[in-house]
C-alpha cells in the first residue's frame, strides 16, 4: 500500500523540525532569554540540554521510521511525548507554554492512530517484514 | 540518491524562505509598517524559495513537483501556524513576558500584521492541498 500523504507530511516536519531545533538550541545556548528560561526551570542545564537532544533524537527517528512505515515508531513517539509532557509538568512552572505543544501531540496521535488507511500502511509493512 | 538528497535540502531551504514571507507579514514596529512595504519584501521572499524550489525539483526530475510543492506548503502552513500559537501564548504568560526585550515587535499585533499572518498561513495551506488533490487527480487519470 502507498503512503498515506498525511505520514508524508508528519514525518518531513518531525524530520525538519529536529534538525532546525537543533541548530537553534545551539546557537542561542547562551542568548540571555534562555539563560533566564533555564533558571526558571527546576532541572539543571545539564539536564535540560540532555532532555531536548535525546527528544530532538527521538523525533528524527520517528520521522525517519514514519517513512519507512515502522509501526513501533507510533508508540515510540506516544510514549516519548508523555514522558516529557510528565517531564515539563514537574520541571516547569510556565503551564500555559505547554498548550500549544499539548494541541500537536494530539492532532499527531490522531493522524498516526485514527485513519483506516493509516492503521492499514503501518500493519503492512509490519507484515511484510519490511 | 544524492540528487535526492540535495533536492530535500534546498526544499527545506525554500520552505524557510516560504516561513520567512509569513514572519514578515507578522512583523510590527515601533510605527506601523505600510502594507506596500510588507508585501514587496515579502513577495521578494516568496518569489526566491520559489526559485529555490524550483532548483530542487530540477535535482528530482520536475516528475514529482506538484506534489512535492503541495506538500512543502502544508508542511510551512503548519509550522507556522504552530509558531504563532506559541508566540501567543508567550505573550499571555507574564513569566516569559518579563523576560523578553521590551523592544521585541516581531509577533506584536499590529493593524493588519494578524489579519496578514493568518491570511497567509491559511492560504499556504489551502494552495497546498489543492496542488496534492490536483496531483492524485492526476495520477488517477493514467
Not at chain 1, 115 to 127: A, G, R, S, W, Y
Request: charged share 10%.
Amino acid at each position: 500500500m502507498k503512503r498515506p500523504l498525511s505520514i508524508t507530511i508528519i514525518a518531513w516536519i518531525f524530520i525538519v523540525t529536529s534538525v532546525i531545533g537543533a541548530a537553534e538550541i545551539a546557537l542561542t545556548a547562551h542568548s540571555h532569554i534562555t539563560q533566564e528560561l533555564i533558571k526558571k526551570s527546576l532541572f539543571s542545564p545539564m539536564v535540560l540540554y540532555l532532555i531536548s537532544f535525546i527528544t530532538l533524537s527521538i523525533n528524527f527517528i520517528c520521522g525517519i521510521a514514519f517513512l519507512k512505515g515502522k509501526n513501533w515508531s507510533r508508540y515510540l513517539y506516544v510514549i516519548t511525548g508523555l514522558i516529557a509532557f510528565g517531564l515539563n509538568i514537574i520541571g516547569s512552572e510556565m503551564r500555559m507554554m505547554m498548550i500549544p505543544g499539548a494541541i500537536f501531540f494530539i492532532i499527531i496521535i490522531m493522524f498516526l492512530f485514527i485513519p483506516k488507511n493509516t492503521n492499514v500502511f503501518f500493519k503492512q509493512i509490519k507484515q511484510d517484514g519490511m | 540518491m544524492i540528487r535526492k538528497i540535495i533536492s530535500i535540502i534546498i526544499y527545506i531551504f525554500a520552505g524557510i524562505f516560504f516561513s520567512a514571507t509569513d514572519s514578515i507579514l507578522f512583523v510590527a514596529g515601533h510605527q506601523p509598517i505600510p502594507l506596500s512595504v510588507k508585501l514587496v519584501i515579502g513577495g521578494f521572499l516568496l518569489i526566491m524559495g520559489l526559485i529555490l524550489f524550483f532548483i530542487g525539483a530540477l535535482f528530482s526530475g520536475l516528475r514529482y513537483w506538484l506534489r512535492d510543492l503541495g506538500i512543502l506548503l502544508i508542511v510551512v502552513a503548519v509550522l507556522q501556524a504552530f509558531t504563532v500559537m506559541v508566540f501567543f501564548c508567550m505573550y499571555l504568560t507574564p513569566d516569559i513576558q518579563s523576560i523578553m526585550p521590551k523592544d521585541m515587535y516581531l509577533y506584536q499585533y499590529s493593524q493588519n500584521a494578524l489579519f496578514l499572518g493568518v491570511g497567509y498561513i491559511i492560504l499556504m495551506g489551502a494552495v497546498g492541498a489543492l496542488l496534492v488533490r490536483h496531483y492524485k487527480q492526476k495520477m488517477q487519470e493514467y
